[in-house]
């Protein structure tokens, strides 16, 4: 018989991308998922993963392996379902800036946390109104971005921000730099305008975003000039000494929970890995 949480480790490192992380949303330690791995390969009689200090890459029996994986994880938790359980429910209220490129790697590590059966609600805002949803008891767990420091919540990373822009965007001569934002509620709005005043850089709003994805696109159709973080910046690299803009400050993002159930718990920590691992 093949060992199911060895199977669901095996997914969690793909999903996370490391060891650690997966030790992390499953509430273990490195040794036990890697031995756990060691394990499954030997039950199977091949090699899945290819794994070094800094990079860990899927075999070729590792990729065919995978959807068997996810499968056999969905009937697992399918047997255990008999239809007359209510749903667990799971509510994640997130700024945009804070979880960035990480919402679908906290989505799927999330989904192999929680049952089956589990509705999984995602709510994407303001930090301001995403602390508010969570305060209301809306949300069972909030990510932030926080600038200026504060004790509440469990701090997942620091993210740097920097200046955003299509990579042969140049600025026009001798007129005010054109912001690229989520318009005036935004909180890394407000530091980068903060940032250029005390420079004595003069801007203007030039686009404003309902998303960082659409600000993202904003920047490739070379609007202006966005401040993002590394999170969510998707690979834009920061010009800002280039353009001569003022080097912006990094933020800390941050973790807000509760758990009201051991499947909340574990959706918790497998968010808390997601967001913390690398920003790509």
Known sequence: MIDLESVRLFVLTVELGSLTKAAEAAGTVQPVVSQKLKLLEKRLGRRLVDRTP?????TEDGQAFLPKARELLAKHEEALTFGNEAPLHFMLAASDHAIGSRLSPAIRAMRLALPVNAVIEVSLGFSRNVKEAFASGQADAAIIRR????????????????????PNWRPPSNSAIPLVSLGSACGVREVA??????????????????????LHDGTLAEAGVAPMGDISARGLPDRGAELGLPPLPPSEIVLLSRARSPAH?????ALAAAVSGAAG
């Open 265 to 269: 718990a574990a959706a918790i920590r």
């Open 193 to 214: 305008i903060a940032e250029l005043r005390r420079a004595g850089v003069e801007w203007r709003d030039a686009f404003t975003a309902g998303s960082c994805a659409a």
């Open 147 to 166: 600038n200026g420091g504060g004790l509440d919540g469990e701090v997942l990373r620091t993210d740097r921000l920097g200046w955003r822009t299509a």
């Open 54 to 58: 800094r990079h860990l890459r899927l």
